[in-house]
């Protein structure tokens, strides 16, 4: 009987490891037991290695989009809170998320603000605490519409490296 039910429980297993290590293997995962099913079900591991690999892609393309939405409300909350503060003061900025993972806060302060033929913009300087051990770094904002957004392409640090082209 215990035979029987070891196959059963790789399916469970391989999830727990996929959480266990990390976001980015999830899609590795989840592709390779698709594609093994697929392989297994059809008896033609061509259709196996195809099917992995387009479960594979469809899952990292949710995972990066999950991941750029989750910065973008990150710099967003950032944007605001400097928008609000005056050139000089120190200001708190925080940004809890729906599913509260990776929820971030920190301080900010406007260095300053100078106005172009195309818009307002701040220079700002931010840190993101990161437990005992804050983490500094800078950035532009300029005024869209109603709105203070991130005018920077994105800073060249391993904290944002997702959106630098990984």
């Known amino acids: 009987m215990t035979r029987r039910l070891l196959p ?3 399916m469970p297993m391989l999830g727990v490891v996929a959480v266990l290590g ?4 999830v899609s590795d995962v989840a592709g390779l037991v698709a594609g093994s099913g697929a392989g297994a ?8 290695i195809a099917v992995g690999i387009g479960v594979r892609t469809g899952v990292e393309e949710v995972r ?14 950032i944007a605001d809170a400097a928008g609000a503060a005056p050139v000089g003061q120190p200001a708190p900025w925080q940004i809890r998320h729906t599913i509260p993972i990776g929820n971030a806060r920190g301080e900010l302060a406007v260095v300053r603000e100078y106005t172009t033929p195309l818009a307002t913009c701040r220079e700002v300087v931010f840190s993101v605490e990161d437990g005992d051990h804050p983490s500094l770094f800078t950035t532009s904002l300029c005024r869209h519409a109603t709105r203070w957004k991130w005018a920077a392409a994105e800073p060249a640090v391993p904290r944002w490296g997702f ?4």
């Open 64 to 77: 990066r989009y999950v991941v750029r939405r989750r910065q973008g409300g990150e710099q967003d909350a």
């Open 163 to 166: 959106m630098q082209g990984n």
């Open 8 to 10: 059963m429980l790789r």
């Open 41 to 48: 079900a059809s008896a033609n591991p061509a259709v196996g």
């Open 22 to 25: 990390g976001c980015a293997a």
